[in-house]
């Protein structure tokens, strides 16, 4: 332990926070523009501040992208009346939007987004058991979404929060299984390690398909995303375990639910698709220069933007399942393909050896 | 009786889901590049862009004035009495009030105030006016800052009004008569 290590830690944690956000804050502009232009229309267009009409044609066009959008929604979302309904169990309905929001934001810490610029590993935390972390501290994320449920202290988010903590836990195990059969290939628990296997032997996806399938159909359920967004169907349940939420605790758990996705598509990338590397203009080792670690960053960003964009687009074409299907479709289908997955890639192996 | 229906049986593909999905993001994706690369947009983008309204339109009601710019209204208060939200106000010139500004008319309403607020077009002041001094025209988006704002007077509701000249409806009562008078057209 020493000085050094402290400060590029926290320069990396407070780099890797802030893009997070800014992540964030533009997928839910991504989320809104995406699903109009699917759906045959315009999407946010006219919120600007007012001198950006002054600025010829980048400034009707930027308001047009609705960049600003974001930061309206969140301005409006801190100056909103924090209110707190009289009947919800005060310290639980506290505590549930940060710890919806802390365990979203951890994940980031193993993810490795970049392979190293000068001396300094571009991940926060090279865990060995960067998986295992992962998934315990996604785990935690249904606590935050339970409690809501409860806290609230009325029916339909306590429906949500009881569908959420059911759909997490059954997703979860068929998630975990079908990472094992990376780990199995890999040898390795540790997410550089996977990374760098891969630009080795080439991208995981087409060692471990059905794996991906299983780990991206799991992630979709994990985030509450459509078509597994079952927790706040609003069709149903209003709006799920937030219903009595309003202004920034509302916007913690609109925060977690975007920053899962973007732990997700990390994961996703990481495991599958080989993380910061590419296999072309030599971006396939470690970086030795400065601009190629820059670069690898940006590679990673890429991939994992476009798995964003694919949550989203997913999120516009597909209904939701029924509450039977999604169980069914956990324990009965997944469970036992990643089962056998692990049997197949184990038998594989051994056969290899 | 319950009657049942008999489910299709699922092939081994369709339970699958995927190639329902590939579908599904195929048909999105199509969308997404129209919209974006071709401009189908159904959005109209609203104060930029308006409705052509088509005639018949029931919008704000308007006093009118005829071709010799004169006040129309005779302040029968017909419309004030048949307006179903009272939403028409009208103050009479009284016995020695001002004459009405035109000829053959006795009296002109001294003020005549129509409470946009109130208001529900439906035309009833239309119909109702003898004289054809009211019509609704093609105005939809009133606004104003204040409620006493959105009271027109009789000089906004002339000055808005426009004109329309003659009265119509003795020529429209004449071509109904004609019409009577042959009516076995064919036969
Ligand atoms: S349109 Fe109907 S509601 Fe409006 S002033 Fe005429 S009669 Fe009254
Ligand atoms: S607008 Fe027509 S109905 Fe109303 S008072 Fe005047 S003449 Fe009578």
Redesign the pocket.
């Known amino acids: 332990m020493n000085w050094n290590f402290i400060i590029f830690s926290l320069v990396k944690i407070a780099i890797a926070i802030g893009v997070v956000q800014g992540i964030v804050m533009y997928s839910v502009l991504a989320e809104r523009k995406i699903s109009a232009w699917i759906q045959d229309r315009v999407g946010p267009n006219r919120t600007a501040p007012p001198f950006v009409k002054y600025i010829p044609v980048v400034g009707p066009f930027l308001t047009r992208l609705g960049v600003f959008q974001p930061l309206a929604d969140g301005l409006k979302f801190l100056v909103k009346e924090d209110f707190t309904p009289g009947g919800v169990k005060k310290i639980y309905f506290w505590i549930a939007p940060a710890l919806a929001v802390i365990p979203a934001m951890l994940t980031i810490a193993v993810i490795p987004f970049g392979s190293n610029i000068g001396a300094q590993k571009m991940v926060i935390a090279d865990l060995n058991v960067g998986i295992l972390y992962t998934f315990g501290i996604v785990s935690m994320g249904v606590y935050g979404i339970v409690l809501a449920g409860y806290a609230a202290n009325s029916k339909y988010p306590m429906f949500g929060g009881i569908r959420s903590s059911a759909q997490m836990i059954s997703y979860e195990i068929s998630m975990g299984m079908s990472v094992i059969p990376v780990l199995l290939i890999v040898g390795n628990l540790n997410l550089s390690q996977i990374i760098s296997w891969q630009s080795t032997h080439g991208w995981m996806v087409a060692y471990a398909p059905i794996s991906f399938i299983i780990f991206m159909v799991a992630s979709f359920a994990e985030t509450n995303r459509t078509p597994f967004d079952l927790p706040e169907a609003e069709t149903e349940l209003v709006g799920g375990y937030h219903t009595e939420y309003g202004s920034m605790k509302f916007a913690l758990f609109f925060l977690a639910e975007y920053s899962n996705m973007v732990s997700s598509s990390a994961m996703m990338v990481t495991l599958f698709f080989g993380g910061w590397t590419l296999p072309f203009w030599g971006l396939d080792h470690a970086a030795t220069s400065f601009g190629m670690g820059i670069a690898q960053i940006f590679v990673f960003l890429a991939k994992m933007l476009f798995f964003m964009v694919v949550f989203i687009w997913v999120r516009w074409m597909f209904p939701r399942f029924r509450y039977d299907q999604l169980m069914d479709l956990g324990w009965r289908r997944f469970l036992p393909l990643a089962l056998v997955n692990i049997l197949i890639t184990a038998v594989w192996l051994w056969l290899r050896s | 009786m319950a009657i049942t229906v008999n489910r299709k049986k699922l092939t081994f593909w369709e339970k699958l889901y995927l190639p329902a999905i590939v579908g599904g993001l195929k048909v999105t994706l199509k969308h997404a590049y129209n919209t974006l690369f071709l401009g189908k947009v159904v959005t109209m983008e609203y104060p930029e862009q308006k409705w052509t309204l088509p005639t018949g339109y029931r919008g704000a009601p308007y006093?009118v004035k005829d071709q010799d710019n004169s006040t129309k209204?005779?302040?029968?208060?017909?419309?004030?009495f048949v307006c179903p939200p009272k939403a028409i106000r009208?103050t009479p010139p009284g016995e020695h009030g001002q004459k009405a500004d035109r000829t053959n008319a006795e009296k002109m309403?001294a003020e005549f105030e129509i409470n946009m607020l109130r208001c529900i077009f439906c035309g009833f002041?239309q119909e109702?006016?003898?004289?054809e001094?009211?019509f609704l025209q093609k105005d939809y988006s009133l606004t104003g800052l204040s409620r006493s704002e959105m009271i027109y007077n009789k000089e906004k509701l002339l000055s808005l009004g426009g004109e329309v000249g003659g009265i119509q409806k003795w020529k429209l009562k004449l071509d109904e008569a004609k019409a009577q008078e042959n009516f076995p057209v064919k036969l």
């Open positions: 006093l209204c005779v302040s029968c208060q017909l419309c004030e009208i309403p002041c109702v006016c003898p004289e001094a009211i």
